[in-house]
């Protein structure tokens, strides 16, 4: 009987204990606010019939998403991010999974240190890598190119995917390994048939972060830049330094809803997965 009548009380404590904080809950709210109350106010914005920056809007149009469309210096900027955040995030990846992979099994303070190298640029201000990336492609001629660009975001694309991966690896049975092994398949099918498909989502994962990083990263694209080749956020930075281009809010709310979206899928299959 008594310890039918402390089996309740013992749930009951569990359940206060594990129950997240009034106040935990608030900072939470006011921090999700804060980073989605500037979107309340372009994404608005972006169908005013203004031309100069207003709010609230005044009536309703397409004409800014028809400019953004539309006006070559726009879509060039938008295609050279595609390109560079495509081409970026390919290097990242292929950089980032082969480097979890060495350092999976590694261990002692070359390995630490590699680790460290390799997440550095995540700690490091975004100024200080832009200058020292200015500094060194001046020298090798590669400011202002498509190669230079794509270096660049690589290099700040690559701890997003070292972190995905070897996330996914802690999972990994390394077993599997010497079976395959000891049924003959070479080290090259091991990895496409036992060890990808078995991370498969934290490659791909570390993919769309690569991806999304170099897609909306603007520090590093302002030293590199050049008349020839600049990304879509540059063309934003110029259009409000510039020159006063309400197209921004358009062009602003485009990136929003395509990061947005590429997070949504990746949470979506995700699930997926998991349920399966």
């Not at 009536?59 to 560079?84: C, I, K, M, Q």
């Not at 690559?158 to 049924?183: E, H, Q």
Request: hydrophobic share 55%; aromatic share 10%.
């Amino acid at each position: 009987m008594t310890a039918t009548l402390t089996a309740p009380k013992a749930a009951g404590k569990a359940r206060k204990v594990d129950a997240v904080p009034w106040w935990l809950k608030l900072v939470t709210g006011v921090v999700a606010l804060y980073f989605v109350l500037p979107t309340l106010f372009v994404i608005p914005m972006s169908f005013s019939r203004a031309t100069t920056f207003q709010f609230p809007p005044k009536g309703f149009s397409l004409g800014l998403y028809e400019n953004f469309f539309t006006n070559p210096v726009w879509l060039d900027a938008l295609r050279n991010s595609v390109v560079v955040a495509l081409l970026a995030s390919l290097l990242a990846t292929v950089i980032g999974t082969a480097a979890a992979l060495g350092l999976h099994n590694l261990q002692g303070r070359l390995a630490r240190f590699a680790r460290t190298m390799l997440m550095i640029s995540i700690v490091t201000p975004a100024i200080v890598i832009a200058v020292a990336v200015y500094i060194s492609f001046l020298q090798w001629r590669l400011v202002g190119t498509l190669a230079g660009y794509v270096l660049a975001h690589a290099a700040i694309g690559v701890p997003f995917v070292l972190v995905a991966v070897t996330s996914a690896l802690g999972g990994f049975d390394p077993k599997l390994l010497r079976a395959s092994a000891s049924l003959g398949a070479p080290p090259v099918r091991t990895f496409l048939r036992v060890t990808m498909p078995l991370i498969s989502r934290g490659i791909v994962t570390g993919a769309v972060f690569a991806f999304v990083t170099s897609f909306d990263e603007v520090v590093i694209a302002l030293f590199l830049r050049s008349p020839a080749l600049q990304t879509l956020p540059v063309q934003m930075y110029n259009s409000v330094t510039v020159e006063i281009d309400p197209t921004i809010a358009a062009s602003s709310s485009v990136v929003v809803t395509a990061v947005t979206t590429a997070c949504l899928i990746l949470q979506f299959v995700g699930s997926r997965r998991k349920s399966r």
